[in-house]
């Protein structure tokens, strides 16, 4: 009995990890979708300043994989927790 409600907690914590890592990468890329989107809207409005635009994406497109990658870490440390 115990070592059932054992296995259930880590299949558990397992199953979080997974979606948390998941959900990182999948709000990783609709944020950089958006900045893509709105990096192409801003050259095509504005082409002169297209290399000022397209430095401040690339910068705010990093911060966004380092928020994710952040996030997937945290995600491992709780599966190794568990």
Do not use: D, H, S
Request: negative net charge.
């Amino acid at each position: 009995m115990i070592l059932q409600e054992v296995a259930n907690g880590l299949t558990n914590g397992l199953l979080g990890a997974g979606i948390g890592a998941g959900l990182a990468v999948i709000g990783a890329g609709i944020g950089i979708g958006m900045i893509g989107r709105g990096a192409t809207e801003g050259m095509a409005r504005q082409p002169e300043i297209a290399g000022t635009i397209q430095t401040g994406a690339l910068i705010l497109a990093a911060f966004v994989e380092g928020a994710a990658l952040f996030a997937i870490v945290v995600t491992f440390l709780i599966q190794g927790k568990v």
